[in-house]
C-alpha cells in the first residue's frame, strides 16, 4: 500500500510538470529568460556558467528583450507541461515558455557573426524556407532547400526572410523540433529586436543586435546550452524540480 501511494504521489507530481527536472545533468551553459507575468512581451535576458566549483554564475546580461506580443504560453521542449496546461498554438502570438535546447545560426547579415565553428551555421538564401503551413505535415517547422529560388506562391511565403534586417541573424530555440506537432508552433528563434526594442515580436525572443552577437560568440555547445523562458513565480516554483541556475 505504502509503494502504491508513493507511486501515485510521484505520478501525480509529473502530471503537474514539478518532478522531472528539464536542465540536463551535463548543462553547464544557460541564457535564462525572466517575464513579469504571463502576459508580458517583455523580458529580461542573462547567460549564466557552472564555474570549476559547480556553481552558476551569470556572466552576460542582464539584458532587455522582447517576446511574442500576448507574451508567454507553455512550449515543447526539455521540461514537462502542467497537466491540462495551456500549450503554445500557431499564430498565437505567444512566446514559448520552459526549457529548449538551442540549435544552430540563420544569416543573411553581411557583417560575419562569430560562433563556435561546432554550432550548425546556414547562409540564408533564396531557396531556403521554413515550413508553417499546418496544411504539410511532413513539413512543419522544418528548414527546407528547394533546388530554386523561392517562385510558387506557397514557397515565397514560406520563404525565409530576406531583406529583414531584425531577421538577419537567428539562433535557433528548439522549441516543437523534435518529431514536431503541426500545428503547435513554428520557427521559434531569438533575432534583432525591432525598433529598438519598442516592438513584441510573433513569439520569438528579439534583443538589442550587439548583446546578440556577444551571447551568440560565448555559446559553447560542449557545454549543452539551453534556453529557460519562464514568468518569474514559474522559474521560482520549479527552480528545484527542474535543477534551474
Known sequence: MKGFLHTAILLLLVLCGLAVAAVPRNCTQAIIGIADNWD???????????????????????????????????????????????VKRE?????????????????????????????PYV???PQDLWVSDPAYPHLYNRHVRLDHPARTSWERREQMRQTDYPHSIK??????????????????????????????????????????????ARLNPARTPVYILLPREEYARRRSSWRLP
Open 171 to 216: 539562433l535557433l530555440i528548439c522549441h516543437n523540433t523534435d518529431e514536431p506537432k503541426v500545428g503547435a508552433g513554428s520557427s521559434i528563434f531569438f533575432h534583432i529586436w525591432r525598433r529598438d526594442g519598442a516592438a513584441a515580436t510573433a513569439g520569438c525572443t528579439s534583443m538589442d543586435e550587439q548583446n546578440l552577437r556577444a551571447m551568440i
Open 40 to 86: 508580458s512581451s517583455h523580458v529580461t535576458l542573462s547567460l549564466v556558467e557552472k564555474n570549476a566549483q559547480g556553481q552558476w554564475v551569470r556572466v552576460m546580461g542582464p539584458w532587455r528583450g522582447r517576446l511574442g506580443r500576448n507574451g508567454l504560453v507553455w512550449g515543447l521542449g526539455l521540461h514537462s507541461n502542467p497537466w491540462r496546461g495551456t
Open 91 to 119: 499564430g498565437d502570438g505567444r512566446s514559448p515558455a520552459g526549457v529548449f535546447a538551442i540549435g544552430g545560426l540563420w544569416v543573411t547579415n553581411r557583417r560575419a557573426v562569430q560562433h563556435h565553428p561546432a554550432i
Open 123 to 125: 547562409k540564408v538564401g
